[in-house]
């Protein structure tokens, strides 16, 4: 059964640029979760979607916006990028959210110059 | 506001010694989840416990839920090299989607 996979793993951008991170949940899962993981500040928890509905959602500022497709994909989207969202961005899948295990993928690794 | 609270936040010790991570919280979890993130990796679930005064073996790793739900170690006995990572505790409650983490306690095994 393959994993929870994560593209690009590696990504430069400039300041002010936007970016499209995406994830392939394992089958059948229906709930994926986006995390910010930085040295400071630990796994900060952006968002969750269910069935293509974002059911909920972490503190961080509209610039950070997600998408969940029928086929339970998911797209993360970072707008007008600043240096501070250089971080690794995890995606987590599991059968229905609700707390049950995540399965993560390898992350992207974001870098802002 | 971090509620749960991970020590230490460092830790690195000799090949064949014992440690033990704690993870501690004044509210009450309905579970919790233990995960180890290896460098380039994401975290990777070890175990959840979910009754109160819970334990849970693998291996050479030991899981204990407190007996109010409120907190949870993980003892780890004769530590080898392959134990090296980042280890994460993650609560979980009730009608609440969203996990509670902890910030991780980083592991360094010396052989």
């Known amino acids: 059964k393959a994993g929870v996979t994560q593209t690009p793993r590696y990504l430069i951008k400039t300041r002010g640029q936007q970016v499209t991170l995406s994830c392939s949940p394992i089958s059948g899962h229906r709930s994926v979760s986006w995390y910010q993981q930085t040295p400071g500040q630990g796994l900060q928890f952006l968002f969750e979607?269910?069935?293509?509905?974002?059911?909920n959602k972490g503190n961080f500022p509209g610039r950070f916006s997600g998408r969940q497709f029928s086929n339970s994909r998911s797209e993360m989207n970072v707008s007008t990028l600043e240096l501070g969202d250089s971080a690794l961005y995890l995606c987590?899948?599991?059968?229905?959210?609700?707390?049950?295990?995540?399965?993560f993928g390898n992350g992207t690794r974001l870098t802002v110059t | 506001t971090q509620l749960l609270e991970q020590s230490p936040q460092f830790l690195s010790i000799q090949e064949g010694e014992n440690l033990t991570v704690y993870c501690n919280s004044s509210s009450v979890f309905s579970s919790l989840q233990w995960y180890r993130q290896e460098p380039g990796e994401g975290p990777v679930l070890l175990v959840t416990?979910?009754?109160g005064g819970e334990v849970k073996k693998l291996k050479r790793l030991t899981f204990q839920f407190g007996d109010a739900r409120k907190d949870s170690s993980l003892h780890i006995t004769a530590a080898q090299p392959g134990d090296t990572g980042l280890y994460l505790c993650?609560?979980?409650?009730?009608?609440?989607?969203?996990?509670?983490w902890g910030a991780g306690t980083k592991l360094i095994i010396k052989p």
């Open positions: 979607y269910f069935s293509e509905t974002q059911r």
């Open positions: 987590a899948s599991s059968f229905t959210g609700d707390n049950s295990p995540l399965h």
């Open positions: 993650a609560g979980a409650k009730r009608n609440n989607y969203q996990l509670i």
């Open positions: 416990v979910v009754t």
